[in-house]
């Protein structure tokens, strides 16, 4: 579960300062992402309790407003996590094997995911407190279930990237770095096969039974 955890990754931003009201909720576009379609890459560190060092992890990402998040770890291991907009989330491994994640928590964590990529502030509003301070932002969930494994979510935008910091429960914490994003005016099967980096197998799971 550790490993896919740590991919929770892309999306989930924000954290701590002056408390601004959901009245000045507009400054949140100034942290997340824009547009319906967009890729990237990320480095990331997970810091565990006991470890001395942290975990450092590579890949890239697809996202599409309608279909879901592609979340694609390209070392020290191979692994993919889908997380579709509408239904379960689903991991494939590096033998191409796939399953599905169906537990209460990988729901919650693909629904966050998606409205936080997607810059959903309706969302963010009945489900986060809001907190900005300097350049950075936080979110901490209002929900008791899911504050048991997500206390807050720190973005801070630099010139080139966006660096995302998550405090987990069991004092981990997941720092990532996006980088090199890119926009698209349409994102399909087809175009999300030839992005750099990502597994076909995952465009095509990603977009099984949409419209073309």
């Known amino acids: 579960m ?12 924000l954290a701590f300062a002056p408390l601004i009201t959901w009245a ?14 967009h890729s990237g890459e990320y480095q990331q560190q997970k810091t565990l309790v006991g470890m001395d060092k942290p975990l450092i992890t ?6 599409n407003c309608n ?28 033998d191409g094997s796939t399953q599905v994640l169906d537990s209460r928590v990988q729901r919650a964590l693909g629904k966050i ?33 899911m504050q048991k494994f997500l206390h807050s979510l720190n973005i801070a935008p630099q010139t ?3 660096n995302i910091t998550l405090q987990l429960a069991e004092q ?4 990532i770095r996006i980088f090199a994003r890119r926009s698209f005016t349409n994102l399909e099967q087809t175009q999300c096969a030839q992005l750099p980096n990502l597994p076909p197998q995952a465009c095509s799971i990603l977009f099984k039974g949409a419209k073309q």
């Open 172 to 175: 981990e914490t997941i720092a």
């Open 160 to 162: 080139d990237s966006v």
């Open 113 to 145: 995911l998606n409205n936080l990529v997607g810059g959903n502030s309706e969302y963010l509003q009945q489900n986060f407190s809001m907190l900005e301070k300097d350049n950075s932002v936080e979110l901490t969930p209002k929900n008791k279930q």
């Open 24 to 37: 000045d909720a507009s400054k949140l576009s100034t942290y997340l992402p824009e547009g319906c379609y």
């Open 67 to 94: 279909q879901g998040l592609i979340w694609h770890t390209q070392s020290p291991i191979t692994e993919t996590v889908i997380y579709k907009a509408q239904r379960d989330s689903i991991i494939i491994r590096a």
């Open 58 to 63: 590579d890949g890239s990402f697809a996202f």
């Open 2 to 13: 550790h490993s896919i955890f740590a991919k929770q990754v892309i999306a989930l931003l």
